[in-house]
C-alpha cells in the first residue's frame, strides 16, 4: 500500500520564489528521503532525514521532518527553471528490510 | 561514467511476447531494486536483491522474474506480456544495510504491450 502522499499533487510558481512541498507517511520509519525526477528520466536523491533529525539542509533545500504528525516538508528557495520536475518522498519503514515506499509526487513547475 | 545503466530505454512489443530488461550498476552496491512507474508516475517496488539473494518479493505476476548473475547485475524478465505491463520500468541500487540509504536509479526502460 502507499505509504507516503504529497501535497499538492502540483504547484506551478515563478522564478525567484519559493516552493515547498509536503509529504503524510502511515507508518514509523527509520528515515525519509526526497528524490527528483525530471521528464523521461530516473530519479535522483536530494537528501535523507533520519527520525531522531527534525531538520536538514542542502544548497537551496530545507527538510523538515515531524514524527508526531508523521509529516514532512521539502522547500526549495529562489527556486530556478530547472528545479521545474516531479519530486516524491519515500519513506523506510521500520522492519520493511530495507524497503523504500515511495509517494505520489508533486509536479513542480518554474515559469521563467 | 554511468552509475547505474539499463538496457533497452525503449520496448515496444506485442502480447505474448517474452522480453527481458537488463540492468547493470558500477558503484559497488550490493543491494538492487526493480521499480514499475505507472502513467500516473506511481513508484511501486517489485523485487529487491542483495548480494544476489531475493530479499523482496512484492505481489507481482509470477510472469516477471527477476535473474541476478552476480551483484553488479540484476535483470527483469517477463514472459507472455500483457497490456497492463506497459509502464517506465527502473533498476536501482544502494548499500546494503539494515536500513535503507539512497538509492541510485537508472534512466527507465519504457515499455509498451500493443
Known amino acids: 500500500s502507499q505509504q507516503g502522499e504529497e501535497d499538492p499533487q502540483a504547484l506551478s510558481i515563478q522564478e525567484g520564489e519559493n516552493a515547498t512541498m509536503n509529504c503524510s507517511y502511515k507508518?514509523?520509519?527509520?528515515?525519509l528521503q526526497w528524490y527528483r525526477q525530471n521528464s523521461g528520466r530516473g530519479l535522483v536523491h536530494l537528501i535523507l532525514i533520519r527520525s531522531n533529525e527534525r531538520e536538514k539542509h542542502s544548497g537551496r533545500l530545507r527538510v523538515t521532518l515531524d514524527t508526531s504528525k508523521k509529516s514532512s516538508s521539502l522547500l526549495i528557495t529562489a527556486s530556478r527553471a530547472a528545479d521545474t520536475a516531479s519530486y516524491f518522498c519515500a519513506t523506510d519503514a521500520v522492519g520493511s528490510a530495507r524497503q523504500l515506499t515511495f509517494g505520489s509526487g508533486t509536479q513542480l513547475t518554474v515559469l521563467p | 561514467d554511468t552509475a547505474v545503466s539499463q538496457t533497452p530505454k525503449y520496448l515496444v512489443t506485442q502480447m505474448g511476447n517474452d522480453k527481458s530488461i537488463k540492468c547493470e550498476q558500477n558503484l559497488g552496491h550490493d543491494t538492487m531494486y526493480w521499480y514499475k512507474q505507472d502513467s500516473k508516475k506511481f513508484l511501486k517496488i517489485m523485487f529487491s536483491?542483495?548480494?544476489?539473494?531475493?530479499?523482496i518479493n512484492e505481489t507481482v505476476p509470477n510472469r516477471f522474474s527477476p535473474k541476478s548473475p552476480d551483484k553488479a547485475h540484476l535483470n527483469l524478465h517477463i514472459n507472455s506480456l500483457e497490456l497492463g505491463d506497459s509502464a517506465v520500468y527502473f533498476c536501482?541500487?544502494?548499500?546494503?544495510?539494515?536500513?535503507?540509504?539512497?538509492?541510485?536509479f537508472g534512466p527507465g526502460t519504457r515499455l509498451t504491450v500493443t
Open positions: 536483491y542483495n548480494n544476489k539473494e531475493l530479499i
Open positions: 507508518t514509523s520509519i527509520n528515515n
Open positions: 536501482a541500487s544502494s548499500q546494503g544495510t539494515p536500513i535503507a540509504y539512497e538509492q541510485y
